[in-house]
């Protein structure tokens, strides 16, 4: 048994490192170093984030957090991102490694530039 890809998400601009789909909203988020969120039943693409400091904080990986509108993106520079679908709000985690033991502490509230339906 075959299948026929029905949609195409074309606006990546670089290899896709990641892809997830929330349930709860049933959207697509994917990252090609900036999160794209999508709408995968017609292939319309919402909203574009980037990070205003895009060289050093690429996204390389997402994950949703079970029964909520978030989902989480691991930077190359050793934070993580929480990613409100709904607002594209995000807070940034950094990990601080003192005395060989590792704190996560709230690092600032990210600033994305966000492009709408391109």
Not at 14 to 36: M, N, P, R, Y
Request: net charge positive; hydrophobic share 40%.
């Amino acid at each position: 048994m075959s299948a026929n890809c029905q949609w195409t998400y074309a606006h990546h601009k670089k290899a896709v490192l990641s892809v997830l789909f929330q349930e709860q909203l049933h959207i697509a988020a994917s990252t090609d170093g900036v999160i794209h969120i999508w709408d995968p039943f017609v292939g319309k693409m919402l909203r574009v984030l980037e990070k205003e400091s895009s060289k050093t904080g690429q996204i390389c990986c997402l994950r949703s957090v079970q029964n909520s509108h978030q989902f989480l993106g691991a930077g190359i520079d050793s934070s993580i991102h929480v990613v409100d679908s709904r607002t594209s709000q995000a807070y940034e985690l950094k990990v601080n490694s003192l005395n060989n033991r590792i704190k996560w502490s709230l690092y600032k509230i990210v600033k994305f530039n966000v492009a709408f339906n391109i």
